[in-house]
Structures are given as structure tokens and as C-alpha cells.
Nanobody, 112 residues
């Protein structure tokens, strides 16, 4: 059974960093494209970035240069390192396996 569990969210100040984790079970993250999405209040869910099985990473223009997706195949976990956080990065962050299987999300709030 495929399961994705996000963690690592919280309340931080602008300029701070956070690392989100997405622990996967039921499949190998090494063999799939893994993606992070986010949804701010009143907004549609938007793609933050993706990491292919060939280690090709793509990012939304709004986070490029600040966010990095990586994975630890031994832990079967995908990460989203978020630096220089801005108030507009606030939202619920979800990881997904190819947009088919989704985690429950983790809340990130950036506020002074």
C-alpha cells in the first residue's frame, strides 16, 4: 500500500529556513518522479518542484534558487529544503508520487 507522510512544517520568520520530509512506503522513491505542491488559503494547489528518477529537478519560478528537492533512497524519503522563506511561501505543503498518491500535507507559516 502506497503511503506518503510529510513532516517538518512549522511557524518561522521571513528569511528563515525549513526542511520538509516526505517518508514513503509501498514503493521506492528512487524509481519515481516525486513532487512537492503547496496550497495557500484561498488559492489553488500549485507545483513547487519535482525530482525525476534521473535526478533532474525543476522548480517553480517563485522558489527557484531558494528551494531544493532531494531524496535519500536508503530512508525512502524525499526532502524539500526551503531557504530565505517569504510570507508568500505560507501554505500547506504536500508531496506526491507522480500526482497520483498524496500525503496529508504539512503546514508552513512564514510570519513576523
Amino acid at each position: 500500500q502506497v503511503q506518503l507522510v510529510e513532516s517538518g512544517g512549522g511557524l518561522v520568520q521571513p528569511g528563515d529556513s525549513l526542511r520538509l520530509s516526505c517518508a514513503a512506503s509501498g514503493f521506492s522513491v528512487a524509481r519515481d518522479t516525486m513532487m512537492w505542491y503547496r496550497q495557500a488559503p484561498g488559492n489553488q494547489r500549485e507545483l513547487v518542484g519535482a525530482l525525476s528518477s534521473l535526478e533532474t529537478a525543476t522548480y517553480a519560478s517563485s522558489v527557484k534558487g531558494r528551494f531544493t528537492i532531494s531524496r535519500d533512497n536508503g530512508k525512502n524519503t524525499v526532502y524539500l529544503q526551503m531557504n530565505s522563506l517569504k510570507t508568500e511561501d505560507t501554505g500547506i505543503y504536500y508531496c506526491t508520487r507522480q500526482g497520483v498518491y498524496w500525503g496529508q500535507g504539512t503546514q508552513v507559516t512564514v510570519s513576523s
